[in-house]
T-cell receptor, first 113, second 117 residues
Framework: NAGVTQTPKFQVLKTGQSMTLQCAQD?????MYWYRQDPGMGLRLIYY???????DKGEVPNGYNVSRLNKREFSLRLESAAPSQTSVYFC????????????FGSGTRLTVV | GDSVTQMEGPVTLSEEAFLTINCTYT??????LFWYVQYPGEGLQLLLK?????DKGSNKGFEATYRKETTSFHLEKGSVQVSDSAVYFC????????????????FGKGTKLSVKP
């Protein structure tokens, strides 16, 4: 009954450091997404994966890369973190069987100093 | 392009007051419409949805009706509780966007609701 699991929950990085945010879902959903949430900006799509083996850019992909490791896992990588990437990151999954409603993880709060 | 516009918050109400959060959309085609709720420190949770015109979604006392003629999906609750304090997001989906995935949702910016005892 886990749904979508994100790790870590909190992270502080120094400018220029790299890190990978992990996301896994256990609902056998085909599609997975990475969003960032900033005050006053709502949710903005970074990357998505419509199905295993495919990834595509969303609204704000610059500075990020993703990997759809298998059907369950979809990771987000920051190669060289910048203060502008301070945000809360959410992973989500969906499937036509769920009427395309999303199931979200609980988020990763990232601070870049 | 496709978009969702929500009323700006914050909205502050007293317990047992009537709630309306307005949501209108612009879309080519026939989208599905959703309301999500985000409690403090948590991810978004699906609150309700409607997949075609005149459908009414409902859950936990909240309701929203898909109005094609006014391109709206307003969220309502007859009597709010302190536990309803959260941020509410309207979203549309089931369209071709961001390169063609029908699963992608487009979210409004969210409306923060605070309910005082």
């Amino acid at each position: 009954n886990a749904g979508v699991t994100q790790t870590p929950k909190f992270q502080v990085l120094k400018t220029g450091q790299s890190m990978t945010l992990q996301c896994a879902q256990d609902m056998n959903h085909n599609s997975m997404y990475w969003y960032r949430q900033d005050p006053g900006m709502g949710l903005r799509l970074i990357y998505y994966s419509a199905s295993e083996g495919t990834t595509d850019k969303g609204e704000v992909p610059n500075g990020y890369n993703v990997s759809r490791l298998n059907k369950r896992e979809f990771s987000l990588r920051l190669e060289s973190a910048a203060p502008s990437q301070t945000s809360v990151y959410f992973c989500a999954s969906s499937d036509v069987r769920a009427g395309y409603g999303y199931t979200f993880g609980s988020g990763t709060r990232l601070t870049v100093v | 392009g496709d978009s969702v516009t929500q009323m700006e918050g914050p909205v502050t109400l007293s317990e047992e007051a009537f709630l309306t959060i307005n949501c209108t959309y612009t879309a080519t085609g026939y989208p599905s419409l959703f309301w999500y709720v985000q409690y403090p420190g948590e991810g978004l949770q699906l609150l309700l949805k409607a997949t075609k015109a005149d459908d009414k979604g409902s859950n936990k006392g909240f309701e929203a009706t898909y109005r094609k003629e006014t391109t709206s999906f307003h969220l309502e609750k007859g009597s709010v509780q302190v536990s309803d304090s959260a941020v509410y997001f309207c979203a549309l989906g089931g369209l071709m966007n961001y390169g063609g995935s029908q699963g992608n949702l487009i979210f409004g910016k969210g409306t923060k609701l605070s309910v005082k005892p």
